[in-house]
């Protein structure tokens, strides 16, 4: 079993930036996939950012070039830095651990980032 803790959100005004963490309960990295997700009120979930257990990343066209996903593998912490924050970006933040290979997916409980003036 894993625990993913999300932390980080708040209230930003248009163009400003947050970094959201992800902390996992034990050292999952070499073997999971991890990624952000995110939803808005009255939409669907939709996938964010993603880094491999190789340390690929990969991200929606929707923040491709203002968001960057990392980690930091002693810390067992994901992070999102979030970066020229737009009205658009304002929903609940969720981090989700994938096992390479087995059938385990984990998330988190969601932090909320509200982009507003």
């Known amino acids: 079993q894993v625990q993913l803790v999300e932390s980080g959100g708040g209230l930003v005004q248009p163009g400003g930036s947050l970094r959201l963490s992800c902390a996992a309960s034990?050292?999952?990295?070499?073997?999971?996939?991890m990624g952000w997700y995110r939803q808005a009120p009255g939409k669907q979930r939709e996938w964010v950012a993603t880094?491999?257990?190789?340390?690929?990343?990969n991200y929606a066209d929707s923040v491709k070039g203002r968001f960057t996903i990392s980690r930091d593998n002693v810390k067992n912490t994901v992070y999102l830095q979030m970066n020229s924050l737009k009205p658009e970006d304002t929903a609940v933040y969720y981090c989700k651990g994938r096992s390479d290979y087995q059938n385990y997916v984990y998330w988190g409980q969601g932090t909320q980032v509200t982009v507003s003036s």
């Open positions: 880094i491999a257990s190789a340390g690929v990343t």
């Open positions: 034990r050292n999952i990295f070499s073997n999971y996939a």
